[in-house]
């Protein structure tokens, strides 16, 4: 059922959020971590330049190594592809994803970024895989959907926090509770009733995370960020969307964080 449900509702979560993406995407720099990326459609919203062979491909001097730490194997056939078609070239650890060991991106240049998928999540410190603390600090951690699943969000957030480097940015695009009204950060408002679909939220979130493997549709992330300690800076912005009904049960906090240096 999760897998019918996912590639519904990302085809049109994209519809809804991509021009948020791409307010936020060009603060995605160096060496990347991204939590839960899914098919990771939104790699077309980093920096491109063409390459020596005419394609579209990633800029190597913006992106300079990715890490997708994905914990659903069925994303990964789609995760590569994305991957391979923005001109990385993909290669999976071996040691969380055995299976991968002859699945990578097989004809590349020398110009290609570096793709890793890595199977596991940041639940807990003490089960980072290993690939993922290899290749720390990181420049940027990216997450995009992916904290409404996360088992312990402020664990998650924390190691977040432990992988960045000093200076580094967590940037991120997250389902969130309707914000209270008159919130200050709310920059798209479209006269929401926040406090009767705040309680839909509330009522729908068990049967939700069921069907949506883990997904919570009413936490706080924006402000569970803000007040963690480790933050230089936090700035983000709420929207409550009328695209349609499902869009008043997931109104967006978008934003980065900045590691204090």
Known sequence: M?????????ERNNIKVDGYRK?????????????????????????????SDGSYVVDPHTIT??????????????????????GFCVEY??????????AGTHASREDMVPFRIVRGTLDHASTIPQA???????????????????????????????????????????????PPPGDERVVEDNNVNAVLWGKIQDWLTPLWALAGHGCHINRRTGETIAKM?????????NVRPVIDLQS??????????TKAR
């Not at 300690?229 to 912005?237: A, T």
């Open 65 to 86: 190594s990715y890490t997708a730490l994905e914990p659903n194997a069925f994303m990964y056939g789609n995760l590569q592809k994305n991957a391979e078609t923005n």
């Open 93 to 102: 650890d071996c040691k969380s994803y055995p299976e991968g060991a002859d």
């Open 229 to 237: 300690d480790g933050w230089e800076s936090v700035e983000y912005k």
């Open 23 to 51: 307010m936020i995407w060009p603060e995605i720099t160096g060496n990347v971590l991204e939590l839960g990326p899914g098919f990771a459609e939104s790699l077309r919203f980093l920096n491109h330049v063409t390459a």
């Open 132 to 178: 993922v603390l290899d290749n720390a600090p990181y420049d940027t951690v990216l997450t995009s959907f992916s904290l409404c699943t996360a088992k312990d969000p402020e664990a998650t957030i924390k190691n977040i926090i432990r992988l960045l480097k000093p200076g580094g940015s967590h940037v991120f695009i997250e389902h969130v509770r309707q």
């Open 2 to 10: 999760f897998k019918t449900l996912w590639i519904v509702e990302s």
């Open 248 to 257: 008043r049960v997931m109104p967006l906090s978008f934003g980065k964080a």
